[in-house]
């Protein structure tokens, strides 16, 4: 796209983005044109073979190939050294249930949670400090812009159409961040979920919604966990009989519980029993009994027991995942809503 003389062509650039737009291939945003010669370079990252099938949805009778992740990787605004991360977190996703299901197509329009560990953290320039789940790092934005391109380009899910979205999640396709590992209290979270410590690797999995928890001044635990439990419970994001949540700690609340001797299986343990609603506050929002699928509805059962109803099943991993990523300079972080359950598993990022 240059001119004779050399310099570049912005009418050829401009033409080339319409071009994309007008194949239906774009999320809303411009798109980089992916050219042959930079899918190889995307390619020569990855060490695959190029018609690999890496995802399929039985019901659409479609798949995605990771030549396909290349292109729409490249039109994300990746760089080609970001791919082996992309395949990664792809390769997280799919070992969730619900997206090889109806998970993409659902009317709540989860989101994927991307944490990334290890040494490519600061090889690719991924933010795990201020942050984290806004705008403003080529990685952090692209990774997940490519996920988002592969569905809807190789899946043909689309807005108003086999998606089925009701509101959607802001963020649909930006939630990707660094573990900070450097001012995590804890070991890395790849590690817990079974990579060897040091190694670069991806934890992925499907989010309903996000929210945060602002709790600066109290220097007690229970007190702070008591304030997580409150938030996590909340009736509005529980519709069967149980469900699962995790929490992105700043590393001010993390340190804070650790110098409490509490790691992350002592704080899910906590937080399982802790987490949840009396059966009366339950029939006041309509969702104090479960149907035969475990569905909630009415069940007209506010008898003023006082019964406690637990949102987490139990303390496993796979219903409240806990990472840590953010800023040391308040005590904020984030809850999210797991759209089912996490596979507890991280995959390597692996580059050839």
């Known amino acids: 796209m240059t001119h004779p003389d050399g310099d570049l062509d912005p009418d050829a650039a401009q033409a080339a983005i319409e071009y994309c737009y007008d194949q239906g291939w774009s999320d809303g945003l411009p798109l980089v044109p992916a050219t042959r010669p930079l899918v190889e370079k995307f390619l020569a990252t990855s060490g695959r073979d190029p018609d690999e099938v890496i995802g399929r949805l039985p019901q659409l009778d479609r798949s995605v190939t990771v030549e396909l992740a290349a292109i729409n990787a490249a039109m994300a605004g990746c760089l080609p050294e970001y791919f082996p991360v992309v395949l990664a977190a792809w390769d997280a ?18 989101a994927p949670l991307i944490v990334i ?37 190789a899946y043909g899910i689309h807005p108003h159409e086999l998606e089925q979205a009701t509101q959607g999640l802001p963020g649909r396709w930006s939630i990707c961040l660094a573990e900070n590992e450097e001012e995590s209290p804890w070991p890395p979270l790849s590690a817990d979920a079974g990579l060897p410590a ?36 909340r009736s509005g994001a529980w519709i069967f009989r149980h469900a699962g949540a995790g929490i992105v700690f700043c590393p001010e609340h993390a340190q804070l519980l650790a110098s409490a001797g509490l790691d992350r299986a002592a704080v899910r343990a906590w937080l399982a029993e802790r987490s949840g609603r009396s059966t009366d506050a339950l029939s006041d929002t309509g969702k104090d009994a479960c149907d035969d699928n475990g569905v909630r509805l009415p069940g007209g059962h506010n008898d003023g027991t006082g019964e406690f109803q637990r949102m987490l099943p139990n303390a496993d991993p796979q219903h409240l995942l806990i990472a ?13 809503r797991l759209f089912g359950g996490w596979s507890g598993t991280a995959v390597p990022v692996i580059r050839p």
């Open 117 to 153: 560990n290890g040494p490519v953290r600061a090889e690719l320039g991924i933010n795990a400090a201020g942050g984290v789940f806004g705008p403003g790092f080529r990685a952090n934005a692209t990774i997940p812009r490519a996920i988002g391109l592969m569905v809807r380009n």
């Open 324 to 336: 840590v990523a953010g800023a040391r300079n308040a005590g904020i972080s984030m809850v999210v």
């Open 93 to 110: 996703l799919m070992r969730e249930r619900s997206t090889t299901g109806g998970g993409w197509q659902s009317t709540s329009g989860p």
């Open 198 to 233: 040091g190694a670069s690797g991806v934890v992925a999995t499907l989010l309903r919604t996000c929210e945060f928890v602002d709790n600066r001044h109290t220097a007690s635990a229970e007190q702070l966990l008591a304030d997580f439990a409150d938030t996590v419970g």
